[in-house]
T-cell receptor, first 112, second 115 residues
Framework: GENVEQHPSTLSVQEGDSAVIKCTYS??????FPWYKQELGKGPQLIID?????GEKKDQRIAVTLNKTAKHFSLHITETQPEDSAVYFC???????????FGKGTMLLVSP | DAGVTQSPTHLIKTRGQHVTLRCSPI?????VSWYQQVLGQGPQFIFQ???????GRGNFPDRFSARQFPNYSSELNVNALLLGDSALYLC??????????????FGEGSRLTVL
């Protein structure tokens, strides 16, 4: 089955800095890669996603890149703000099994 | 617009009991998925339902079951509860299922504690 590895497990940055979270996946059949933000006591919120037919996608301060050959994808947050502090999860959808496999999460702390 | 709604938000059970969790998807979404999130981990897939039929099942014991109703709402049932079943149970809805599952929208979850 699919295996998704996520690094780092924790990330501390100063307000205004950039943050990068990286994930690798094992199953080359996966074709959809979403990123979720989860705040304390809440469910995961979809913040950006990318499909296997594109290499990069941007949405204001957030961008995701995908390298299908290397089977890794990354989340980039620029000009971080304290409200970006949360746990971020990457995931991969295996088209054959209709399931999302999640990474273990990255706790991002943005200090003012 | 209402998002994915789940009930109850919190509940406490004892070992051996049974629990039923409920989920209403976003209006117009026909697929509901259930995930278990243990503290400090990412969500783990349990079931996916589409048009009242099971479309996927994760690596969970038969104590876990689910169903989807004609109005696309869903129930997750867990029998013979174990301490290890303590977790946040998340429901997610999507327009489609299978290879076209695409965007999943999660509810706030049901926090189950088993004593």
């Amino acid at each position: 089955g699919e295996n998704v590895e996520q690094h780092p497990s924790t990330l501390s940055v100063q307000e205004g800095d950039s943050a990068v979270i990286k994930c690798t996946y094992s199953d080359s059949a996966s074709n959809y890669f979403p990123w979720y933000k989860q705040e304390l006591g809440k469910g995961p919120q979809l913040i950006i996603d990318i499909r296997s037919n594109v290499g990069e996608k941007k949405d204001q301060r957030i961008a995701v890149t995908l390298n299908k050959t290397a089977k890794h994808f990354s989340l980039h947050i620029t000009e971080t703000q304290p409200e970006d502090s949360a746990v971020y999860f990457c995931a991969a959808l295996n088209s054959g099994y209709s399931t999302l496999t999640f990474g273990k999460g990255t706790m991002l702390l943005v200090s003012p | 617009d209402a998002g994915v709604t789940q009930s109850p938000t919190h509940l406490i059970k004892t070992r051996g009991q049974h629990v039923t969790l409920r989920c209403s998807p976003i209006s117009g979404h026909k697929s509901v998925s259930w995930y278990q999130q243990v503290l400090g981990q990412g969500p783990q897939f349990i079931f996916q339902y589409y048009e009242k039929e099971e479309r996927g099942r994760g690596n969970f014991p038969d104590r876990f079951s689910a169903r989807q109703f004609p109005n696309y709402s869903s129930e997750l049932n867990v029998n013979a509860l174990l301490l290890g079943d303590s977790a946040l149970y998340l429901c997610a809805s999507s327009l489609e299922a299978g290879a076209n599952t695409g965007e999943l929208f999660f509810g706030e979850g049901s926090r189950l504690t088993v004593l």
